[in-house]
Every structure is written in structure tokens, then in C-alpha cells.
T-cell receptor, first 112, second 114 residues
Framework: KQEVTQIPAALSVPEGENLVLNCSFTDSAIYNLQWFRQDPGKGLTSLLLIQSSQREQTSGRLNASLDKSSGRSTLYIAASQPGDSATYLCAVTTSGTYKYIFGTGTRLKVLA | SAVISQKPSRDICQRGTSLTIQCQVDSQVTMMFWYRQQPGQSLTLIATANQGSEATYESGFVIDKFPISRPNLTFSTLTVSNMSPEDSSIYLC???????????FGSGTRLTVV
């Protein structure tokens, strides 16, 4: 059974810092991995999608990497801003299924 | 990528009543997914809704409690029946927006049962 864990659970940093959020999964036979952002009480906004054949994706200040063999993905946020404050979730689909299994989330607060 | 309109955005309901949540997609999709997010928790899949067939429920979720309709390829509803305070959660619908975009989500329905 696929399990997804995110570390740290919460993070508070001053503005301008570069950040690394971690996502680990137990079954390396994934189809894709997606990072989302969730503001309090709101829905999910997709940030980056990494397909199983890819090793990384970039969008603006965000970079996500994928290492299937070690069961890990990292989300790198450059030059953090207060507007980046949110909960970040990773989710994976396992090959042969269409279901997303979500991680536990990292709650980020960027201080001005 | 697909855009989902979900409503209501929030509601406060009395215990014992039911609430129906609607999701409208701006393109035709084969599968729609319904998730629950309990306070402080991550998302858990409730069921998968296919047009023309009964929804497929995940372990721990039953049709009597969470009936789902899928009348066409752009619309689905989830009803939370006979509500109790334990049903207070955010409910979200989701579709696959294409292999390039992954999955997209509705804006969520924040339900409080009193």
C-alpha cells in the first residue's frame, strides 16, 4: 500500500530564504507525482507535475525533482516571499491506478 | 487545462440533514473524483464517479452516506447524508486535466455541521 510522507510538517522562515520541502513515498512504481499548494480553507492549486519518466520540473521560483529509486521528491522554493505562505501537498499515482495518494503536507509560513 | 466550478463554497448545516455539493467541469471528462479533508488532515479519496455507472467507493465510505450522481460527462454531485459534527470537513472534486497538467481541483466546499 502506497504511503506518502512529507517533512517537515511545518516551517517558518524569514523572507528571502531558499527552501526545500521533502516528499517520500513507499512504492517506487509511480505513474506521476504532483505538487499542490493549499491556502487555508481553500481548494488545491497545482504547482508542478512530474511524470515518472522525468527527473525534474521548473516553474518560476519553483523546482521539483523526482528520484523514483529512492522514493523521494523535493520542492525547492527560491527567494521565498510572504505570499508563499500556504500548505504544500505532494500526491502520487501508482502505476496501474488513477488514484492520487496525498502526503501529510508541509505548512509554510514566510515572515516579512 | 480543465476548470472546475464547485458550489457551495461553504455551508453550516444542522445535524441530521443532508447537503448536496455540485461540480461542473468546462470540458468532458471520463472520471471525476471526490475527496474529503478533515480538519488538520490531508485529503482522502471518497469515491470515483464515472458517467453511466455507479460510483466506486473507497474503503470506509458507503453509498448510503455519500450518494453520488454523474448524469453526464461534465457534472457530478456528492451528497453528505444524515450529517453529524464528524462530517465537518472540506469536500473537493477533482478531474484529470490531461497528462501534461495532472489533476485539477475544485475550490472546495467547507462544511460545518452543528
Amino acid at each position: 500500500k502506497q504511503e506518502v510522507t512529507q517533512i517537515p510538517a511545518a516551517l517558518s522562515v524569514p523572507e528571502g530564504e531558499n527552501l526545500v520541502l521533502n516528499c517520500s513515498f513507499t512504492d517506487s512504481a509511480i505513474y506521476n507525482l504532483q505538487w499542490f499548494r493549499q491556502d487555508p480553507g481553500k481548494g488545491l492549486t497545482s504547482l508542478l507535475l512530474i511524470q515518472s519518466s522525468q527527473r525534474e520540473q521548473t516553474s518560476g521560483r519553483l523546482n521539483a525533482s523526482l528520484d523514483k529509486s529512492s522514493g523521494r521528491s523535493t520542492l525547492y522554493i527560491a527567494a521565498s516571499q510572504p505570499g508563499d505562505s500556504a500548505t504544500y501537498l505532494c500526491a502520487v499515482t501508482t502505476s496501474g491506478t488513477y488514484k492520487y495518494i496525498f502526503g501529510t503536507g508541509t505548512r509554510l509560513k514566510v515572515l516579512a | 487545462s480543465a476548470v472546475i466550478s464547485q458550489k457551495p463554497s461553504r455551508d453550516i448545516c444542522q445535524r441530521g440533514t443532508s447537503l448536496t455539493i455540485q461540480c461542473q467541469v468546462d470540458s468532458q471528462v471520463t472520471m471525476m473524483f471526490w475527496y474529503r479533508q478533515q480538519p488538520g488532515q490531508s485529503l482522502t479519496l471518497i469515491a470515483t464517479a464515472n458517467q453511466g455507472s455507479e460510483a466506486t467507493y473507497e474503503s470506509g465510505f458507503v453509498i448510503d452516506k455519500f450518494p453520488i450522481s454523474r448524469p453526464n460527462l461534465t457534472f457530478s454531485t456528492l451528497t453528505v447524508s444524515n450529517m453529524s459534527p464528524e462530517d465537518s470537513s472540506i469536500y473537493l472534486c477533482s478531474v484529470e486535466a490531461g497528462s501534461y497538467y495532472g489533476y485539477t481541483f475544485g475550490s472546495g466546499t467547507r462544511l460545518t455541521v452543528v
